[in-house]
């Protein structure tokens, strides 16, 4: 028996969203329209600040598009990418918060580990 969407629990739906942002080139390009005004930029903009193939460019976006991270607006020959939600600019920040927080626990761990005495690192074996 098939599940529809509306019966998909909201956990595997988050997993599908957390799959989407899988790939640091899609979490590059939130970042920048999440810096950029109105929270959208131009596909040209997008390509000069990653770096990306313009193919690799578009299947990521297409990848961010078809999981509804972004949309796109087609303006004679230029796309313009914006984020779906204000709130992903505001996800993509909490995860930094986290990411920095943690970097910085491990920092002070190997910080004290370091300033152990030699004799506690070399074990009781004398």
Known sequence: MMISAAQTPLYEIKA???????HPARIRVLELL?????????????LAETGLEPSHLSQHLATLRRHGVVTS????????????????AELLAIARTFLLD??????????LAQDLPSEHL?????
């Open 16 to 22: 599908n969203l957390f799959k989407a942002l899988a």
């Open 34 to 46: 999440s810096a950029a005004p109105d929270n959208s930029a131009p596909v040209s903009y997008l």
């Open 73 to 88: 607006a087609r303006s004679a020959n230029a796309v313009t990418y914006r984020l779906a939600h204000p709130k992903i």
């Open 102 to 111: 943690s970097l910085a626990d491990s920092n002070e761990q190997l910080k």
């Open 122 to 126: 070399q074990g009781s074996a004398s």
